[in-house]
């Protein structure tokens, strides 16, 4: 019998070294368990009469599909639910860390009772993440938690009660597939001064309106109707995955404020620009840009994807970023696939452009892929070619399928 | 006074051109070193000491190491401290050098930490407890216990408290389980009569047994559930060999009530909780399945006639191989186990499939 034998080589007097860990200071030993999988930690509790209670103090819990032996599914999520809860059972002392995240999670009323716990105990850091399926409600105690520094929920649904008063030290905001009423998402973010970071993704048709004034790092992927940034003054990161169906942009027609003034007008500590699928086609909508008054001069890296050359209206507002960042390293642009233009592109223009005193000093990398070499993307690149001084890497990626095309473009380049 | 020389590492560095200073260091031993200045003050601690006090400008005012640093020690130490303190390394060979750095024996590695420790070196700790967490990592707890020379003091009792199984171990539910039967044999052999305690209990949880099937639902498949725990106890050891792994592995926290003393190996549980088997109605019927073979689980030592041991020496055999194959084949075992009196073999199936469980040092 393996077990039995092993039992019996351990009586006392086998080892004749001291013990070589259990007396290093708690902090380190903290430290040690932390770094381990929650599941080693909690088995340590075994190894000696020391380390019975070592792990109940940690201050990080950190829960995955890793905790308990894989089973099927509604085994599966019955004993990690019991392990979670008998861990925060057995813990003593504050836990500032909690994160729980297995795609078979499902909303059961346990994890209720865990956010009360941990309302209770200083929570700082709550991260859930549920599976898909019925998605968890929140409970009204996660309201409570006042020490709430960051916030992450996936597939939850969110109804802060009218008189939420915020989270006052909250830093970083992470929502994705949460449902929540619409003004409600404004209410919270307004209503947490030290928010620093946001994160909203797969909302359907979001009108959002932030004012965060200590907003460092914007991440939003989704269906937009709008997005004004009316106070962010210290944003420095950007990124928008804008999604834009046919109503919105009908919607539009009829409004008659600019999109681009309205969504990077107050943001002059920007650093990098990331926009995808219809954000340009979103900035291009609204008046007439002409001559802008703003200057991005903190802005080094523009990212620009699935921009429609073609049109015009979002040629131009690819530019007008382009001419008001004086201080621009790099940029990536890619085209997207609409069919060829009707029309020539307006060589006037572009004549003008290219004879204007606008350079791109500090330009450095420039890559442009999904290119399908129409006629206005040429004349944008001779434009970036003949207008950046110090140039180095201009990488040109053209759109698989169109072979022909390629060749002609690299031959008039 | 804060002292920043960990942030700025060439920042405190005094080196003159034709003179390099030095700091002495005594260890606990009386030993003295003499380290150049630089690479002394990458050290918190020294750092504080030599401005604080003035110490360590001289061999007759060394500054004293706290006891945790020997000399061998205190060279590893000052040789981390001399190669990070150089200015202009790139992120990649630092992490290179840390790498080899802590390739050492584990006595040596724990007592870096402490050392690190006491000098207030925070990279060094993080780097070496980072280190420890690594060795400890899916260990058993006897592969810990000899790496570290841990005693292995707490009593069988405290060990069977499932307060320390709520990982599924499927090895210490083993001991457990074993343990359990052993005590009662010693039970058995002092007590005459003890049947009939035996017999009350049986009965006490038969009833309970009855009230949580009847409310349970009795739909399941399986056809281990009986009433008369007495005729069917043979059947119920066999559905039990395989069908107990189950629930040890899904149920080890069902709640409870109580145990009596004696009890604790059997079912597992410490929890005082609701007298209810299931804490919560639960829908799927594979958990009710799984908390009535929890009752199951208790049965198991009360019949030690020789027969009986027979079952429990096979059964814990199988229980050795269960270990090593798959939760879906266990279940299609437990299906198909139905009215027959025998276990069914299982294949062994020893693909990387159970992976979890020989992580656990199966050997």
């Known amino acids: 019998m393996v077990v039995i034998r092993v039992h019996a080589d351990i009586q006392m007097?086998?080892?004749?070294?001291?013990?070589?860990?259990?007396?290093?200071?708690?902090?380190?030993?903290?430290?040690?368990?932390?770094?381990?999988?929650?599941?080693?930690?909690?088995?340590?509790?075994?190894?000696?009469?020391?380390?019975?209670?070592?792990?109940?103090?940690?201050?990080?819990?950190?829960?995955?599909?890793?905790?308990?032996?894989?089973?099927?599914?509604?085994?599966?999520?019955?004993?990690?639910?019991?392990?979670?809860?008998?861990?925060?059972?057995?813990?003593?002392?504050?836990?500032?860390?909690?994160?729980?995240?297995?795609?078979?999670?499902?909303?059961?009323?346990?994890?209720?009772?865990?956010?009360?716990?941990?309302?209770?105990?200083?929570?700082?850091?709550?991260?859930?993440?549920?599976?898909?399926?019925?998605?968890?409600?929140?409970?009204?105690?996660?309201?409570?938690?006042?020490?709430?520094?960051?916030?992450?929920?996936?597939?939850?649904?969110?109804?802060?009660?009218?008189?939420?008063?915020?989270?006052?030290?909250?830093?970083?905001?992470?929502?994705?597939?949460?449902?929540?009423?619409?003004?409600?998402i404004e209410n919270i973010i307004c209503s947490c001064p030290c928010l620093e970071s946001l994160s909203l993704s797969y909302f359907d048709s979001l009108s959002l309106n932030i004012h965060a004034p200590n907003l460092k790092c914007l991440y939003l992927e989704g269906e937009f109707k709008d997005i004004w940034l009316e106070d962010t003054p210290l944003l420095v990161e950007m990124s928008v995955a804008m999604y834009m169906t046919d109503d919105i942009a009908e919607h539009f027609e009829q409004s008659s404020s600019c999109n681009f003034v309205k969504c990077l007008g107050g943001v002059?500590?920007?650093?990098?620009?990331?926009?995808?699928?219809?954000?340009?086609?979103?900035?291009?909508?609204?008046?007439?840009?002409?001559?802008?008054?703003?200057t991005y001069n903190h802005l080094k890296t523009i990212e620009l994807y699935e921009v429609s050359f073609e049109d015009m209206k979002e040629m131009l507002v690819v530019l007008c970023l382009i001419t008001s960042s004086p201080n621009l390293v790099e940029l990536h642009v890619s085209c997207s696939n609409s069919p060829a233009a009707?029309?020539?592109?307006?060589?006037?223009?572009?004549?003008?452009?290219?004879?204007?005193?606008?350079?791109?000093?500090?330009?450095?990398?420039?890559?442009?892929?999904?290119?399908?070499?129409?006629?206005?993307?040429?004349?944008?690149?001779?434009?970036?070619?003949?207008?950046?001084?110090?140039?180095?890497?201009?990488?040109?990626?053209?759109?698989?399928?169109?072979m022909e095309t390629q060749l002609n473009m690299l031959i008039e380049l | 006074m804060h002292c920043h020389c960990q942030m700025s590492e060439g920042a405190m560095a005094v080196v003159k051109p034709e003179m390099k200073s030095y700091i002495w260091l005594q260890t606990v031993d009386g030993s003295i070193q003499q380290v150049e200045e630089e690479v002394a003050m990458f050290c918190p601690m020294i750092c504080r000491e030599i401005l604080q006090t003035g110490m360590g400008s001289s061999k007759n005012y060394a500054i004293s190491l706290p006891q945790r640093v020997n000399p061998a020690i205190l060279g590893l130490i000052l040789d981390y401290c001399r190669f990070h303190q150089t200015p202009g390394r790139s992120i990649k060979e630092r992490k290179t050098f840390d790498e080899k750095f802590i390739r050492m024996d584990t006595k040596r590695l724990c007592e870096l930490t402490s050392a690190a420790d006491g000098l207030q070196l925070k990279?060094?700790?993080?780097?070496?407890?980072?280190?420890?967490?690594?060795?400890?990592?899916?260990?058993?707890?006897?592969?810990?216990?000899?790496?570290?020379?841990?005693?292995?003091?707490?009593?069988?009792?405290?060990?069977?408290?499932?307060?320390?199984?709520?990982?599924?171990?499927?090895?210490?539910?083993?001991?457990?389980?074993?343990?359990?039967?052993?005590?009662?044999?010693?039970?058995?052999?002092?007590?005459?009569?003890?049947?009939?305690?035996?017999?009350?209990?049986?009965?006490?949880?038969?009833?309970?047994?009855?009230?949580?099937?009847?409310?349970?639902?009795?739909?399941?498949?399986?056809?281990?559930?009986?009433?008369?725990?007495?005729?069917?106890?043979?059947?119920?050891?066999?559905?039990?060999?395989?069908?107990?792994?189950?629930?040890?592995?899904?149920?080890?926290?069902?709640?409870?009530?109580?145990?009596?003393?004696?009890?604790n190996g059997d079912l597992n549980d410490i929890f005082v909780g609701s007298p209810s088997r299931n804490p919560k109605s639960q829908d799927s019927t594979a958990a009710n399945f799984s908390s009535k073979i929890e009752f199951v689980d208790g049965d198991i030592d009360d019949d030690l006639d020789p027969a009986m041991k027979e079952e429990l020496d096979r059964e814990v055999e199988d229980f050795a191989r269960r270990l090593n194959s798959d939760w879906p084949e266990r279940m299609q075992e437990i299906l198909s186990l139905g009215q027959e009196r025998r276990p069914v073999p299982i294949s062994m199936n020893d693909n990387g499939s159970a992976s979890r469980y020989t992580s656990l040092g199966q050997r």
């Open chain 1, 13 to 184: 007097g086998d080892f004749s070294g001291a013990d070589l860990i259990s007396d290093l200071p708690q902090s380190i030993i903290e430290s040690i368990l932390t770094q381990l999988p929650i599941r080693d930690a909690v088995r340590t509790s075994i190894l000696s009469s020391k380390w019975r209670y070592k792990w109940t103090t940690l201050t990080q819990l950190v829960f995955d599909e890793e905790c308990v032996p894989r089973n099927e599914r509604t085994l599966f999520q019955k004993s990690l639910v019991n392990f979670v809860t008998h861990v925060l059972f057995l813990h003593q002392g504050p836990i500032h860390k909690f994160q729980i995240s297995a795609s078979y999670l499902q909303s059961c009323p346990d994890i209720d009772q865990w956010i009360l716990f941990l309302s209770r105990n200083d929570i700082k850091e709550l991260g859930l993440e549920f599976g898909e399926g019925q998605w968890f409600r929140v409970p009204s105690c996660l309201y409570n938690c006042k020490k709430l520094t960051q916030l992450a929920l996936v597939r939850c649904e969110l109804d802060p009660p009218i008189n939420f008063n915020g989270f006052i030290s909250l830093k970083s905001l992470n929502l994705h597939q949460v449902l929540v009423p619409p003004d409600a």
């Open chain 1, 268 to 294: 002059p500590q920007l650093e990098r620009l990331s926009g995808h699928i219809d954000f340009t086609k979103y900035l291009s909508i609204g008046n007439d840009l002409g001559r802008l008054p703003l």
């Open chain 1, 342 to 402: 009707t029309d020539d592109p307006d060589l006037d223009f572009w004549e003008k452009k290219r004879s204007s005193d606008c350079l791109f000093n500090r330009l450095k990398v420039v890559e442009m892929t999904d290119m399908s070499g129409g006629l206005q993307e040429m004349e944008f690149m001779k434009f970036l070619l003949g207008n950046s001084p110090v140039l180095e890497i201009m990488s040109i990626k053209p759109f698989v399928y169109d």
């Open chain 2, 123 to 263: 990279p060094l700790v993080d780097l070496t407890s980072r280190a420890l967490a690594r060795i400890i990592e899916g260990k058993t707890p006897e592969e810990i216990r000899e790496t570290f020379h841990l005693p292995d003091d707490l009593t069988e009792e405290e060990k069977l408290e499932p307060l320390r199984n709520i990982t599924d171990d499927p090895r210490i539910r083993l001991l457990n389980r074993l343990y359990a039967r052993k005590r009662k044999e010693l039970k058995e052999r002092q007590k005459l009569k003890n049947v009939e305690v035996e017999e009350e209990r049986v009965d006490e949880r038969s009833v309970d047994d009855l009230l949580s099937f009847i409310n349970g639902g009795d739909g399941d498949s399986k056809g281990t559930r009986t009433k008369n725990k007495k005729k069917h106890r043979r059947r119920k050891e066999q559905n039990k060999d395989s069908s107990s792994n189950n629930s040890n592995w899904n149920h080890n926290k069902e709640f409870d009530p109580l145990p009596l003393a004696g009890q």
